[in-house]
Structures are given as structure tokens and as C-alpha cells.
């Protein structure tokens, strides 16, 4: 939630901002929404002074006398006032409320106009692209992927979208979850283990909500959310505190499944795992001061390259456009991994600042040293990894020429193996 404050004393910047990202959003509508929930509330405030007044002059009143008596009456009729005053209140606070949260996190001046993904601006690349070989393939045509991958048993279990690891793969995976949750520790992130489902408010706290609503799966009766990423439990840990000044930065990590319906995705960039509704991420979430949260957000990105390294992947490093930006973020970088066999890059971490917008929703603050006033912290989050591309990036540029598929070095203590192989 940006801040109100903001909002009415620099509309345009707001307005700037909100063009920048190209969505839509009434600003005036929501500024004439602040000015009768405000006039409202200096009405009520009035009449309750009037209420105290009419209730001090009857305390010195005798009972049951004619002026007693009028006082009664007059109390009656600003009481009745009150509370009508009170029901369109409490109905403006809701509406306001509501659409301050249908704006968009303001992008930082360092974000890059545009519209869509070709304006995204490449800051940093590694490693080479390996050169196309006539056995390269996509992972999806491996003529012995349902050794390793099952998508035609997950369709029936489940539905499309959500396969089963088998054997090796489901090895791959576990490997690459356990590298990714040490690597993390090694860099000083404590790691927890997070719930999979979480309420409306802590799906509101970090934005998911109303955003993203077509793309979450609810429980019917309980009204619970399956998480998209374990950003959302992460995130709502401190949801409510107010943190020592001392305490900070706090970082933090999880391994969660993620579900996500990514309702309207088709054609040959969904094929296999390039898009799924249930895959497994490691999360890194942190917590900062607002002056160094850009700092910040930079060594978020500088690890997650390094994790890309360490498993010799090629890739680049896209600064996001305003356009192509997610709806709470204020800077955001995406890391993208080269798939040979596809001829395509695939996004495999967004490493993001969200400056105080999300810990205004959720009212995660630290007091300040200095005035001992609370203050709302900055929050970040980055991937660290996600693991069904990275899963494909290694098939597809580990698989050699006998039909076998490298295994990258850092895994190999993981795997016990160099190599997966047909049975």
C-alpha cells in the first residue's frame, strides 16, 4: 500500500508512477473518496464533542425537571445522528480502504520506461551459450523423459501441471532444493520451514490480494489460500511487530511447493515444465532499514547470479521495465537461464525491492533508535532458486551426445552420481 500521505500531497507523482507501470487506476476518485471519509469524520468528531457537551450540562441537572428533560431529547436526536454518521463511515472506510489497495507500488526513478518484456534492459550476462548440436532437444521430446518426469500420470492424478518426479529426477530436484537451502544458510539467511496455506489477510499483506486473485487456489470452507511462493508466509512472519532497530537487517529463507492456477497460459513456452501449477522454490525474504534497502537489493541479485554460477548455467540479467514489473515491486531484476534445447531463456528468479509497500499493508515496522518512533521497515524477496527451470536448463544443456545428461559439479555430492542415464 503506498502511503496515503503521499497520495494526497503529490497526486501527479502518484499518477506518474502508476503510467510508468501502464495500468489503471482513478487517483481522483480515489482522492474525492478521502475527502468525504474525511469531512465525515470531522461531522462525527463534532457531534460527539456536542454528545459530551449535552451529557456534562445533564450531570448538573435534578432529574425530571423540564430542562433535564430537553437535555434527554437533545441527546437522543445527536445520538441517532451519531450513529447514522457512523454506518456511512464505517461504508466510506471500507470503499477507501479497497481501492488504496488497487494501487500499484510506485517504480523507482532507476526503472526503465516501457511496456513489455522486449524493453526489459540486459545489465549483466555469464557464461557462453553453448552451441546447438543435432542430439539437442527440448527436455519435452527426451525420448526417455517419463523415466525421470510423469506428466501423463500427474494429468490423471491431478490434472494437467502437475507431474510426478521420478527415480533421478525426483533426485535432481531434492538435490538442487537441498544446494540452494545450504548455499542460503552459508550466506546467512536462517532458513524455516513455512505453512502452504495462508489467510486472506496475509495473502493481502504482501499483495497477492486483490492482484493476483485469479491466479491462487482457495479452499472452499476455510477460506485459505495455497501460497504462490513462500513470500507470503515469509513475509507475514512479522506481520503486526514492531522490530528492534538492533534486530535489523533480518534475513530469512524457506523451501516451499508454490501453487499457481497461471490462468490463459497455452502454446509450446508452457510445454513440459516451463510452466506448471505446482513446482518447489527456495525463497530468500529480507528485512532493512528503507536507507539500505537498495543496497540491499543488489546483493540479492549478486547471490542469486553467484547460485547460477556455481551451477555453471549460462545466463543474463534483465532490469525490469515499468511495464513489465510486478504490481507491489519498485525495482525488480529477473535472472533468465539458457535452455539449448529450446533456443530460449527462461526466467528462473525475480529479485525485487518492494520499499515499504508491503510492510505498510502488513504493518511490519521498527522502532527508530534515535526518536523511538516506529518506523515501517523495507522489504525484499528474491528466488533462490526456483527449481523447474533450472531442472530444465540442466537436461537440456547437460545432455550429451551418447543420450546421457551432465550432472554440474556442485551436485554431484548431492546426486552421488555424474551422470543421469536411460535405465
Not at 161 to 169: A, I
Request: aromatic letters at 8%; proline letters at 5%; hydrophobic letters at 35%.
Amino acid at each position: 500500500m503506498i502511503d496515503p500521505k503521499l497520495l494526497r500531497e503529490q497526486p501527479d507523482l502518484v499518477r506518474a508512477g502508476i503510467q510508468k507501470k501502464h495500468l489503471d487506476c482513478d487517483v481522483d476518485a480515489i482522492l474525492q473518496l478521502d475527502v468525504e471519509r474525511r469531512q465525515l469524520i470531522s461531522e462525527t468528531e463534532a457531534l460527539r464533542a456536542q454528545q459530551k457537551a449535552a451529557n456534562a450540562d445533564m450531570a448538573k441537572l435534578p432529574k425530571g425537571t423540564p430542562e433535564f428533560l430537553e437535555k434527554v431529547g437533545e441527546m437522543k436526536s445527536i445520538s441517532g445522528k451519531v450513529k447514522e454518521l457512523d454506518g456511512r463511515l464505517k461504508d466510506l472506510e471500507d470503499e477507501w480502504n479497497t481501492q488504496l489497495l488497487n494501487v500499484p507500488n510506485l517504480p523507482d526513478e532507476s526503472v526503465p520506461e516501457g511496456k513489455s518484456e522486449e524493453e526489459n534492459i540486459e545489465v549483466g550476462s555469464w557464461g557462453e551459450v553453448p552451441g546447438e548440436k543435432k542430439f539437442h532437444v527440448p527436455h519435452y521430446e527426451l525420448e526417455w523423459l517419463d523415466e525421470i518426469l510423469d506428466f501423463k500420470r500427474g494429468t490423471k492424478v491431478t490434472g494437467a501441471g502437475f507431474p510426478f518426479y521420478v527415480g533421478d529426477g525426483a533426485r535432481l530436484a531434492r538435490s538442487l532444493i537441498s544446494f540452494f537451502l545450504n548455499e542460503a544458510s552459508e550466506a546467512g539467511f536462517e532458513e524455516m520451514g513455512v505453512p502452504f496455506f495462508v489467510n486472506a489477510e496475509s495473502a493481502t499483506a504482501t499483495g497477492q490480494l486483490p492482484d493476483k486473485e485469479a491466479q491462487m487456489y482457495e479452499t472452499r470452507e476455510e477460506g485459505l489460500y495455497a501460497i504462490p511462493t513462500a513470500e507470503v508466509p515469509l513475509t507475514n512472519f512479522f506481520r503486526d511487530e514492531i522490530l528492534e532497530e538492533t534486530r535489523l537487517p533480518v534475513y530469512r529463507c524457506g523451501h516451499s511447493a508454490c501453487f499457481r492456477r497461471e490462468a490463459g497460459s497455452y502454446g509450446k513456452d508452457v510445454r513440459g515444465l516451463n510452466r506448471v501449477h505446482q513446482f518447489d522454490k527456495v525463497e530468500l525474504l529480507k528485512w532493512v532499514k528503507p536507507e539500505t534497502s537498495f543496497t540491499e537489493l543488489e546483493s540479492l541479485r549478486e547471490y542469486a547470479e553467484n547460485l547460477l554460477k556455481k551451477l555453471g548455467l549460462p545466463f543474463r540479467t534483465l532490469l525490469m521495465c515499468g511495464g513489465d514489473m510486478g504490481f507491489t515491486n519498485c525495482k525488480q531484476y529477473d535472472l533468465e537461464v539458457y535452455a539449448v534445447g529450446q533456443k530460449r531463456w527462461l526466467e528462473v528468479s525475480s529479485c525485487s525491492n518492494f520499499s515499504s509497500f508491503q510492510s505498510r499493508r502488513a504493518k511490519i515496522r521498527y522502532r527508530d533508535s534515535e526518536t523511538g518512533k516506529p518506523e515501517f521497515v523495507h522489504t525484499l524477496n528474491g528466488s533462490g532458486l526456483a527449481v523447474p527451470r533450472v531442472f530444465v536448463a540442466i537436461l537440456e544443456n547437460g545432455l550429451q551426445e551418447d543420450g546421457r545428461i551432465r550432472i554440474p559439479d556442485v551436485l554431484v555430492p548431492y546426486m552421488g552420481k555424474e551422470y543421469i542415464e536411460r535405465k
